[in-house]
């Protein structure tokens, strides 16, 4: 009776072991990639501009969508989008820019495909935002890096967002 105890609990052990916990997946996982942002100014006037420059490299294969997040009280400027990709200046315009009234934020949304950057896996986003009214002291910009997927679209009602990075932007 021992042994057949002994031999239950071994294989029993034996097959728990073999379900492995935790996984880890397929050592070619690759994220959206990494992502940093900075502004020439953290503190601007109503009225005044800052450039605002979005650095990305070891981007997935398939493309990343790029969501900006910003204070109500800033706008974007039109035709000031700009892709810094492989030594060569590309005009770009955000695939979306809406308002989430309720939490008084815009986004600002790129996708950036692999047509872009071509054989490029690094490059920058430049644009520029107004300051058109006050915001609070700790405003911020914030930016999400997401892998592209064929027919998703971006809604502010579910942005699928989580701050990958932040920097002070405040209009006073």
Known sequence: MKKVTKLFAVSILTTLMACGGGGGGSPDYTGAGNVTLRVSQEQIDTGDRTKVTVSFDELHPDGVILKLRYA??????????????????????????L??????????????????????????????????????????????????????????????????????????
């Not at 700009?82 to 030594?87: M, R």
């Not at 872009?116 to 430049?126: D, I, M, R």
């Open 72 to 97: 109500s009280g800033l706008e974007y400027i039109g035709d000031t989008s700009l892709w810094k990709v492989g030594g060569k200046n590309i005009d770009a315009s955000p695939d979306y820019e």
């Open 99 to 172: 308002a989430a009234d309720i939490a008084q934020e815009t986004y600002l949304v790129y996708e950036l495909s692999r047509e872009t950057l071509g054989n490029n896996n690094s490059g920058e986003l430049v644009f520029e935002l107004r300051g058109i009214e006050e915001t609070s002291q700790n405003s911020v910009i914030e930016v999400d890096l997401d892998v592209l997927e064929e027919g998703a679209i971006f809604t502010s009602d579910s942005p699928e967002f989580s701050t990958e990075y932040s920097t002070n932007l405040r209009v006073k």
